[in-house]
């Protein structure tokens, strides 16, 4: 069974850090990249960072450019969130797209119909 299982999530101020983690050890074998994505109350879900697991080169959405960092190791893909505002709130989810496949553009690695594999979420809260 296909699995992604994400965690770490929780409830910080503004200003604080969260480290979530995705259990993805099938895939760092088989898929070229992964990404973190997220959903906002009212708003649709959107691509959050990307990482091409062979060479560990990253992509990260303009909203969170120089406070996210997304790495992986043999078993795990992680975002490491610093700076958290009240906007990051959401549902946050580990997803891979098909194995051995690439981007249709690799500049743009985030298009979510490009991942058929998500995990279930982890809920991140933001207060100010």
């Known amino acids: 069974q296909v699995q992604l299982v994400e965690s770490g999530g929780g409830s910080v101020q503004a200003g604080g850090s969260l480290r979530l983690s995705c259990a993805a050890s099938r895939y760092l074998y088989t898929s070229i990249y992964m990404g973190w994505f997220r959903q906002s109350p009212g708003k649709e879900r959107e691509g959050v960072a990307a990482i091409y697991i062979g060479v560990g080169s990253t992509y990260y959405a303009d909203s969170v450019k120089g406070r996210f960092t997304i790495s992986r190791d043999n078993a795990k893909v992680y975002l490491q969130m610093n700076s958290l505002k009240p906007e990051d709130t959401g549902m946050y989810y580990c997803?891979?797209?098909?194995?051995?496949?690439?981007?249709?553009?690799?500049?743009?690695?985030?298009?979510?119909?490009?991942?058929?594999?998500w995990g279930r979420g982890t809920q991140v809260t933001v207060s100010s």
């Open positions: 997803a891979a797209p098909r194995a051995g496949s690439y981007p249709n553009d690799p500049n743009e690695p985030l298009k979510e119909y490009e991942y058929p594999y």
